[in-house]
């Protein structure tokens, strides 16, 4: 598989409970490795951000970075911002590193195919060129504000959220195998920052719920929408 960049590991604080939680605060002092990646930690000893930047802006220039792990049942989150020409960024989880199997919730901008935004979740089998989505929706233009995107896994349930605005959830009758975490980058440069894991096995951790509610889609999954 490709080769990587390493950077030194030393841990953030970390939110109470959480497994894991980089808020790039200390710079360079952070677990990530990096593929494909021109990659900036932009910190001032107080507040930090991850900067990931494709070599171009085409929808084919992609990057990312990933922490290694064993992971099953988690959930991830980060705060994403998209900078003005990229075309969309993720948050991922049970990233197997040695084959580039995981799963991602994208936010992507509008396209000329496309001309509102979207949310989607999708299933990488084999590094990005064999992936299924599996879930998506049309949403506003995500613009440069800052979103939040939180991916979740229990057991074959693999859910996403943004802004706690919108949902999606698919049930995997093939899941992937436990793994780490990973942030995505196509066609652009955006921001991360926040990232935080949680246990969902841990018994004050809450667990996504699928139910019946308004306002929020989820594709290939009927009425059922993630609370």
Do not use: C
Not at 107 to 135: C, D, Q, V
């Amino acid at each position: 598989f490709p080769s990587h960049d390493t950077v030194a590991v030393t841990p953030s604080i970390r939110p109470s409970q959480a497994v894991f939680y980089d808020g790039f605060d200390n710079g360079y002092n952070t677990p990530w490795i990096f593929y494909q990646a021109t990659y900036l930690f932009k910190a001032d000893g107080t507040n930090g951000v991850l900067q990931l930047k494709t070599a171009n802006t085409s929808e084919y220039s992609g990057l990312y970075s990933y922490v290694r792990q064993t992971w099953t049942n988690i959930s991830a989150q980060a705060d994403v911002r998209l900078n003005t020409n990229t075309v969309g960024a993720s948050v991922g989880l049970r990233y197997d590193y040695t084959k580039g199997s995981g799963y991602s919730a994208w936010i992507y901008r509008p396209t000329s195919t496309n001309t509102t935004g979207r949310f989607a979740l999708k299933k990488y089998n084999n590094w990005y060129s064999s992936f299924m989505e599996l879930a998506s929706i049309n949403i506003p233009n995500p613009g440069t504000n800052l979103h939040t995107i939180k991916i979740s896994a229990t057991n074959n349930i693999i859910t996403a959220k943004l802004n706690d605005s919108y949902a999606l959830a698919f049930t995997d009758g093939s899941p992937l195998k436990p793994g780490g975490i990973s942030l995505s980058v196509i066609g652009g440069t955006t921001e991360f920052d926040n990232v935080t894991v949680f246990d969902l096995n841990q018994p004050f951790v809450q667990k996504p719920q699928i139910s019946a509610m308004t306002k929020r889609i989820i594709a290939n999954q009927g009425s059922n929408l993630v609370s």
